[in-house]
């Protein structure tokens, strides 16, 4: 956990025979990503999933200075999401010397990440913003191209899958490939002023930390029956935040930039959670809702030294609202991130009340986190600097997932028992295709498996 790899408000606001494969994969290692695009060569990008997420990374891609930048093709799962992006993305980058993506090159379907990648050329970038569930699916194909990556956060939700991303990451590293990983908030200068000055020692020894996001229901679902029209696997894969398979449910996908951030304040992971939760009530009028996430979350983590970071989450309508996080210092207070997952000013107090008359220091600096990631990243493959953030955000994940099984279990869980769990929640991804059956079966009513803490010793 480096400061000098700082990783960083909404961005997304934006809307084949073995042999021959063998002998692509031995070529993509020969070639040394610089070659090509070392200096003022052109580097092309494949957007490969094009919702918000996507759109806005590809943005910040294309925004990136000096030297010349062009989208060239564009993959989803689901053409109207390939559709919207490409409209606003076309509107806002008019030039062909940005964007040019003819209609050839733009893919659909449940292989059309391979056929995006494959319009690149080695040291070219792929953008990876797809449900976390396939990160791994697509990382594995780009190291095999040779290509550079960007990839959105969660990377993973599960044991399996993040020693599988852990492998991937070392073998990126030894093909000298550039990775980012949007965990923004590192890429903050707000932030990284702060992170400098708690480990300069400026607010004491870290005594505690406390991280929140609550508001109304995010990524909770109700839209009951399923439309005839549309497959299982699809209803699914298209209500991700729903469901543990695709994107680890809301706990991973909107609480892991605060995690992330305050464990880089510490410099250190947490070696254990503890979690609660409930589900309370369930319905949109009289419609129930299916997800299977817990309205409300409340994790303790503990780090080695015994400091302890606590987290709450919560869905509900008009209860209290709060998005933002704190670090405790035996010197004082500091406010990390004030608003949102890494909006400043970030501060520190002297004492341990907000006191405008008691302010020891405030950042200043207003410049765009989602910017600064993607400038960072392109300036090391352009000048072939070291830079993979995969590991990083494996471990970012982990620490996630471990604070929600550890309230879907109703048990503590460590670090080492998170990494090494043997439950996937949907192997065999690699070979997934429209007709396959959806990982998980909803009952007669339609309800998804739903956690019971206390009585299932697995999420599902």
């Not at 400061?3 to 063998?22: E, H, L, M, N, V």
């Not at 689901?78 to 980058?93: D, I, M, P, T």
């Not at 549309?230 to 991973?252: T, V």
């Not at 509900?316 to 010197?331: D, I, L, N, T």
Request: aromatic letters at 10%.
């Amino acid at each position: 956990m480096n400061s000098k790899q700082p990783q960083t408000t909404s961005r997304r606001d934006f809307i084949k025979a073995s042999g021959k494969a063998a002998a692509i994969s031995a070529l993509a290692g020969m070639i040394a990503p610089r070659a090509y695009a070392a200096g003022s060569s052109l580097i092309q990008v494949a957007l490969v999933g094009c919702g918000g997420r996507g759109s806005g990374a590809a943005k910040n891609a294309l925004s990136t200075k000096p030297g010349p930048i062009k989208l060239v093709a564009m993959a989803d799962a689901y053409e109207h999401r390939l559709k919207g992006s490409f409209n606003a993305l076309s509107k806002e980058f008019r030039d062909k010397e940005k964007m040019d993506v003819p209609e050839d090159h733009r893919f659909v379907g449940f292989d059309a990440f391979k056929k995006a990648m494959d319009c690149l050329k080695p040291g070219d970038v792929a953008i990876f913003a797809t449900p976390l569930a396939f990160r791994w699916v697509h990382f594995q194909y780009a190291i095999q191209k040779g290509l550079n990556v960007f990839m959105e956060k969660p990377l993973t939700a599960d044991g399996p899958t993040s020693v599988r991303m852990l492998k991937l990451a070392e073998e990126a590293t030894a093909k000298n490939l550039k990775v980012g990983v949007g965990l923004m908030s590192r890429h903050a200068r707000n932030m990284q002023e702060l992170q400098k000055r708690i480990q300069d020692g400026e607010l004491g020894d870290v005594i505690a930390m406390r991280g929140y996001r609550m508001a109304g229901p995010i990524g909770h679902f109700n839209t009951l029956p399923k439309p005839k029209e549309i497959s299982e696997l699809d209803y699914q894969i298209q209500r991700f935040h729903a469901l543990l398979w695709a994107g680890g449910g809301c706990f991973s996908d909107f609480n892991i930039h605060i995690l992330d951030h305050l464990c880089w304040m510490k410099n250190a992971w947490p070696v254990k959670a503890m979690g609660l939760g409930g589900r309370h009530y369930r319905y949109s009028g009289k419609t129930p809702y299916v997800d299977q996430n817990f309205d409300s979350y409340s994790v303790e983590y503990t780090f080695p030294d015994g400091t302890k970071m606590f987290y709450d989450g919560r869905c509900m309508q008009g209860a209290e609202s709060a998005y933002c996080s704190y670090v405790h210092g035996s010197k004082g207070l500091a406010i990390a991130a004030k608003a949102r997952d890494c909006d400043g000013p970030s501060m520190i107090f002297k004492g341990h009340v907000e006191d405008p008359q008691k302010i020891a220091w405030q950042s200043t600096d207003t410049s765009n986190p989602y910017q600064n990631e993607w400038d960072e990243l392109m300036d090391a493959i352009r000048n072939d600097k070291p830079y993979n953030e995969a590991k990083r955000g494996v471990e970012a994940s982990v620490v996630t997932s471990m604070g929600r099984m550890s309230a879907h279990i109703g048990q503590t869980v460590t670090y080492e028992q998170m990494l090494n769990c043997d439950h996937e929640f949907a192997p065999g991804l690699d070979k997934l295709t429209k007709d396959s059956p959806a990982p998980v079966t909803p009952d007669a009513n339609g309800m998804y498996p739903q956690p019971e803490p206390g009585i299932k010793k697995r999420e599902y």
